[in-house]
């Protein structure tokens, strides 16, 4: 009896072990199967310059700086040899600097006036770069033997080099295009020991002829998967037809099996509206073969569709799983809106209606911080844009940050999408292949952009090299239409025929793109970029010595349009499709039409922080229906009284009458997207402009004659910040008059004091002369202006920001960080 009750129990004993044991192989299946995208951008170690790396013939043996058995060393005032090879095998601190990600080396730098600098003289702004080196020491747990680990960098300016643990990964060229390498191999787990990742950047070769920076200025990603699971990029959703009734969606998943053996996958896709309503689902099954890729097609359909477009920006996801059996082996999700483009001979076409396309060309730098712009940067830039009517973004001259496209995708903002050089070498269609698989899911890419004034354009060989181009672009996104955005041979070498729409730089000029669009009627045109008025805010007159352009005058007389007077030729020709202002924003690096000091260029309607110049008032006189009347210049001229100043006004309203001092000047019809002039004799006081629409006064704006600087005043684009370590505060700072008004000619030196969880990352003030650092606590207004740029950190608190000025009244912000 007493045998068999042992032998009972060791048979129940058996058991609950086999179903423990199978209930953690299930547990740890379902934990492995978990996919994750961790932010990699904080704690890590920046040296800036070139260390001596011996290039080693076995693998994983680099060790030093690569690894963790680096020797660290100590001892002050220790001088290193980092020409010699041994420098690698040593870390000292003092050498290394603590930063986070995204980082931007070139503008912590001293200007220096060298036109040897960048591609051209002046072209990147004269900021020197270099090489500098990234290093990062990390912990992987036991837990995730066995998963895929890969690292996403979205961005790396430029010609990076990566190791990890003493392994050397590879070599990514391009500064814009995202890179992606495998950890799986060569990682610790556990107590096997810490990992190191080291990042080698060399900047000192330019890919294009503006600022474009130093460093891992994008983000970073660890992205941890099961080995069964979606491809890198790996869906591809298009909606071919809609109606009012319903849209059919096709859904294209590449699924990759990394198992030794067969797998049989059920693919479920699952599309859902910002809500979380579930409107379509679809399910496929299909056998893996081991270590291959499979794409699985699906199509499905959503009733009564919500339409995207800049107006009504709706979106829905494509929610998928992979299942092995009963397990979830990977998901994934793809944001995708339903909505349709079509650029033909009549125009832009988006949801069946004549769509103008009221664009602005735009680098990727701010004031203050370089091309390393924290998300919500981007985000601020485009309200801007949006603030002042546009609808499209074109991303001048290279892929953008994805965080970027999912903003135009959220807040409603058509993007033409460019790709960085002409080239269908191996290296060249790699680039172009991973922006298109990157991007083509995004509702806002209503176009891509094979390449911007190539000098190969309208000769045989460029031709044959963009057809190239053309055909791996319609290979991987059929749904999309190609442009190339030309400012000359359109009409030679068959380069435009390989072409679906092509793009006119400047077509304006002798009216080429009318001309063509008779001569051609098979072409399909596009005005890619227009405008290029050069100015500077708040300045009224040229400066040679000081590198100013007045806002009254062309700088040449053919030149090209005053700001607004382009939009006349969209109205007249709507087969144009609408055009791309060169530019939005001012951008370090071209700055034309000087070269030092200048720093910056001039091209912006908004200045390098965004501060509007008197050209942003005419693009949204014309952009949007809300009557305005703009009036410029300033009126503080000291010294000038009984002398002719010009009056000049940008307005979208039938008339203006100008008062001085309550006295009517003068009432002038408008003619529509040009300004009007009155020539007065000056007096100080008050100007007034009256904008008339059916006879009556429907809006103003007035200028007076301020009094000398009284005060420093905040105006922050927020008060509250997310305790993230990423969020940022974009603060105006003004200098006022006693009585409140922005002293218009005002460069008061300010200074900065910040309290509690955040620091301040930039200055800026739209000086295209400034010489004064990015990265400090103090910064001169210009003609009344400057910015400063507060970040939190990961601590909840109040952020206490002060400004001091000699003489002048300081201010106070709190900042809650939460």
Known sequence: MFKRLIRYCSICFFLVFCAIKGISQNVQQITLAKRTKACFDFNWQFHKGDIAMKRQVKAGQQGGLTDI???????????????????????????????????????????????????????????????????????????????????????????????????????????????????TDYLRYGKEGKNVILVRVDASQAEGWWYEGAGIYRHVWLIKTGQLHVGRFGTYVTTPVISTDSAQVHIKTTIKNEYGVAKKVTLVSKIIDKDGVVHATETSTQEIGPFESS????????????????????????????????????????????????????????????????????????????????????????????????????????????????????????????????????????????????????????????????????????ARILETMVKTAHAIDPSRKVTAAMNHGRNSGGYSDVLDVVGYNYGDKGLAYVKDHEQYPGRVEFCTESTSFVSTRGEYENNWGKGYVSNMEKWQPDWGPFPGEDWADIVKYPYLGGFFVWSGFDYRGEPTPYQWPCVTSHFGFMDICGFPKDGYFAYKAAWDAKPLVHLFPHWNWPGKDGSLVKVQCYTNCEEVELLLNGKSMGRKKAIPFEKLEWPLVYHSGRLEALGYKAGKVVTKDVIETTTSPSAVAFNSDCTILKADGCDVAVIKVSIKDSKGRVVPVADNLVTFSIEGPGKIIGTGNGNPSSHEADKASQRKAFNGYCLVLVQSYKQAGEIRLKAFSKTLKGDELIIKVQ
């Open 69 to 183: 058995n680096v020797r660290t060393i100590y001892t002050k005032d220790t001088v290193i040899d980092y020409t010699d090879p041994k420098s690698a095998t040593i870390f000292y601190p003092k050498d290394w600097k603590e930063i986070d990600l995204p980082h931007d080396w070139a503008v912590e730098g001293t200007f220096v006036d060298d036109n040897s600098l960048g591609s051209q003289p002046a072209g990147n702004g004269y900021l020197p770069t270099g090489i500098g080196f990234y290093r990062k020491e990390f912990v992987i747990p036991a837990s995730d033997t066995g998963r895929k680990i890969s690292i996403e960098f979205d961005g790396i300016f430029r010609n990076s080099t990566v190791w990890v643990n003493g392994h050397l990964l590879g070599n990514h060229q391009s500064g814009y295009t995202p890179s992606n390498y495998d950890l």
């Open 295 to 462: 794409e699985i097609a699906q199509q499905t359909v959503i009733k009564a569709p919500l339409l995207w477009s800049p107006e009504t920006p709706h979106l829905y996801k494509v929610l998928t799983e992979v299942r092995e059996g009963d397990h979830i082996a990977d998901t994934y999700e793809t944001t995708f809106g339903v909505r349709s483009i079509d650029i033909n001979r009549n125009g832009v076409f988006l949801n069946g209606r004549l769509y103008p396309i009221k664009g602005t060309c735009n680098h990727q730098d701010f004031a203050g911080i370089g091309v390393a712009l924290p998300d919500k940067i981007n985000r601020y830039k485009l309200m801007l844009l949006k603030a002042v009517g546009s609808n499209a973004y074109r991303c001048s001259h290279n892929p953008p940050t994805p965080e970027l496209l999912d903003m135009c995708d959220s807040l409603g903002m058509l993007v033409l999408d460019e790709n960085r050089l002409l080239s269908s070498n191996e290296a060249g269609l790699k680039d172009l292949s991973t922006m298109l698989y990157r991007d083509r899911n995004h509702p806002c890419v209503f176009m891509w952009s094979m390449e911007n004034e190539e000098p190969l354009e309208g000769t045989v060989t460029g």
